[in-house]
């Protein structure tokens, strides 16, 4: 922040909600740090958990304690409360790259320009700045939150995976239920 505040304890005051200081509060401040650093980079609350916070609950479902802060929680004020304009960028910027290695042609989002130029992606960030993406290639990849269904003929089966931000589920329905 420009004032020298110290964004990491800004952030840790968003997330416990009563005032955070390093001196005081060192731990939690921490926590604040590992938000900012991780979570701007779209880190979502399983990823979080595994990375910073073994130590807290991913959701509401593993703590008797409603007033526990959970990793979901911390993504959720991170996304809607401190950083709200954040998530818009990295849509803007995935959307402008996705274009441009589609049709080719230059696009820009965020003062971020997007080109092709003998087979790399170029970002051109607004010091004038140049970042180098090789090869790009357009892939569909199943969302992490797709549900997936096949059946199987010979049992009589309907299997259904759901991937979810805590790993996979697997599901199995006999035709006759």
């Given at each position: 922040m420009?004032?020298?505040?110290?964004?990491?304890c800004?952030?840790a005051?968003d997330?416990?909600?009563h005032?955070?200081?390093?001196?005081?509060h060192p731990e939690?401040?921490q926590?604040?740090k590992n938000?900012?650093?991780?979570?701007?980079?779209?880190?979502?609350?399983?990823?979080f958990?595994?990375?910073y916070?073994?130590?807290?609950?991913?959701d509401?479902?593993e703590t008797?304690?409603?007033?526990e802060?959970?990793c979901?929680?911390?993504?959720r004020v991170?996304?809607k409360?401190?950083?709200?304009r954040?998530?818009?960028?990295w849509?803007?910027?995935?959307g402008?790259s996705l274009?441009?290695v589609?049709?080719g042609?230059?696009h820009?989002s965020y003062?971020?320009?997007?080109?092709m130029?003998?087979?790399w992606?170029?970002?051109?960030?607004?010091?004038?700045g140049?970042?180098?993406y090789?090869?790009?290639?357009v892939?569909?990849m199943?969302?992490?939150?797709?549900?997936?269904?096949?059946?199987?003929p010979?049992?009589?089966?309907?299997h259904?995976e759901?991937?979810?931000d805590t790993?996979?589920?697997?599901?199995?329905f006999s035709a006759a239920c």
């Open positions: 420009a004032s020298g505040a110290d964004v990491y800004d952030m005051t997330i416990y909600k005032p955070v200081t390093a001196k005081e939690k401040r926590t604040g938000s900012v650093l991780g979570l701007g980079f779209q880190m979502g609350p399983a990823k958990q595994w990375k916070a073994q130590n807290m609950p991913l509401g479902t008797n304690d409603p007033n802060i959970t979901r929680e911390v993504v991170y996304r409360e401190w950083a709200p954040v998530p818009y960028l849509y803007g910027l995935q402008a274009k441009t589609q049709t042609s230059p820009e003062g971020v320009v997007y080109r130029v003998d087979g992606l170029t970002a051109t960030v607004p010091t004038g140049v970042i180098w090789y090869n790009p290639r892939v569909r199943p969302k992490p939150w797709a549900v997936e269904e096949w059946e199987d010979d049992q009589d089966v309907v259904v759901k991937r979810t790993g996979l589920m697997r599901f199995s």
